[in-house]
């Protein structure tokens, strides 16, 4: 792998940070993806408005944002099969742009939807797309990996979606590559064919494969990536762990119930109950406010109908980010990076 960029500089209203502090110092693994000052419009419109970003080896990062933000073209520039207008990109070492020869045969790509013949069995399949690669994987063992197995002699016509996105990642995994591309590998699933691609895209991070996945789910998200980076116009709005994207981890605690009609709630609690006759309350200190709570609900015997203790999931921290930045509010932000993470940046 060729010397990684030198480290660039990221202005905004707030100062100057160098982006070499982006990553997590802790980790020694090398970079799958470097993304410096990245641009691409199209007819004068900025679809990728000079962003930045790394992914190291063995990560599984997911690349969240609405409709018209600028992933599908920065993951196709990715690929190498999109130009960027200006900026500095390394996948695995090469430039996309100019080596995506070099590049091919060390990258899977997972679409939407794949067309593979549905007579042919899934050995037979994959077996077949084996065959266009020098150096591929044993077939057995891609078909075991991705947990087909059992349905190694079945014909495609005959899996689930569940089992058809499953040969569909057999098929990307065929020549052994570095670096996966999921786009949206599960819309259109049930809960159940969701788990079953959840379970594969878990079994490549074992084998140490660096995954970047655009997905609209956030519980998919949530469960899949060390790192998520957020896109809104073109920019990117916020990076880090699911957990502390946009400082969720120190979001103020809140505090749901509904008490008996007349109860007389301890100090801190006695906020106007809403419609439904629940009562939401902010809380400062959550372990102290809550055993108040509960201490005096034992107490006087009064039930807490609906007892929720939540913060801002990772929807809300992503609608809010997205809302604003279509606004217009966040376009002059810097990149808000949360602390911690594997291999965070």
């Known amino acids: 792998m060729s010397p990684e960029l030198p480290a660039s500089r990221i202005t905004s209203d707030e100062g100057t940070i160098s982006a070499s502090h982006a990553v997590d110092e802790s980790s020694t693994r090398a970079l799958a993806v470097e993304v410096r000052g990245l641009h691409k419009s199209y007819d004068g419109v900025q679809a ?7 992914i190291r080896q063995g990560e599984i990062f997911a690349l969240l944002g609405p409709n018209g933000a600028g992933k599908t073209t920065t993951v196709e520039i990715l690929e190498g099969y999109r130009s960027r207008d200006s900026g500095e990109v390394r996948v695995l070492g090469c430039d996309p742009r100019h080596q995506r020869s ?7 790509i997972v679409l939407q939807s794949t067309g593979v013949d549905p007579y042919l069995t899934v050995h037979e399949t994959v077996t077949m797309y084996a065959g266009l690669y020098h150096h591929p994987r044993p077939v057995d063992e891609v078909i075991d990996l991705v947990g087909l197995g059992a349905k190694r002699g079945e014909r495609v016509i005959r899996l689930s979606g569940g089992q058809r996105r499953r040969v569909d990642m057999a098929l990307a995994l065929a020549g052994d590559p570095e670096l996966l591309f999921l786009d949206e590998p599960t819309t259109g699933f049930d809960p159940s064919a969701r788990r079953e691609a959840w379970d594969a895209v878990k079994n490549l991070a074992s084998l140490g494969k660096t995954v970047l996945l655009t997905t609209h789910y956030m519980d998919e998200a949530q469960y ?39 109860a007389l709630l301890p100090v801190g609690f006695s906020g106007g109950a809403g419609p439904d006759g629940f009562v939401e309350v902010a809380v400062e200190d959550a372990v102290s406010d809550l055993y108040r709570l509960l201490h005096w609900a034992v107490e006087e ?45």
């Open 48 to 54: 990728v408005d000079g962003i930045d970003f790394v």
């Open 301 to 345: 015997g009064v039930p807490l109908e609906g007892l929720e203790v939540k913060r801002p999931s990772l929807e809300d921290v992503y609608l809010s980010l997205t809302g604003s930045a279509e606004e217009g509010a966040n376009l002059t932000r810097p990149v808000r990076r949360a602390a911690g993470g594997k291999g965070a940046g």
């Open 224 to 262: 899949l990536a060390d790192r998520v980076a957020v896109m809104a116009g073109g920019r990117m709005v916020a990076e880090g762990p699911p957990s502390t994207l946009g400082s969720r981890d120190l979001a103020t605690v809140r505090v749901r119930f509904r008490p008996p009609a007349g």
């Open 102 to 108: 070099l590049l091919k045969s060390r990258i899977g």
